[in-house]
């Protein structure tokens, strides 16, 4: 899979602002309203990534959760960490 380039990661953004470039990884920390809402969160992420088979890196604290967001195996950002982005988005409306 092949990394994404600037015209791509531009595009993504003017509709997902909120995630940052962080190198080859792209990061979002959500806030919710408790620690039983963040964790409804982080299952219905964890069930997105099975499906997808492609896994984010998870840090929780209380009521906030950071995604982080990199292919591995390719030691670059690719369309499957955009598209997992997008679908996790979802979630929060």
């Known amino acids: ?13 003017g509709s997902h602002p909120d995630w940052h470039l962080d190198g080859e990884t792209i990061r979002r920390t959500f806030t919710f309203a408790d620690f039983n809402e963040a964790m409804g969160f ?3 992420v964890a069930l997105a990534a099975e499906v997808a088979d492609h896994h984010p890196d998870i840090d929780i604290r209380w009521n906030r959760v950071t995604l982080s967001l990199t292919t591995h ?8 960490d955009l598209d997992l982005a997008v679908r996790i988005d979802g979630f929060v409306g």
Do not use: P, Q
């Open 1 to 13: 899979m092949a990394r994404i380039d600037d015209a791509a990661w531009s595009e993504f953004t």
């Open 42 to 44: 982080v299952i219905r």
């Open 73 to 80: 195996s390719e030691g670059a950002l690719t369309r499957k």
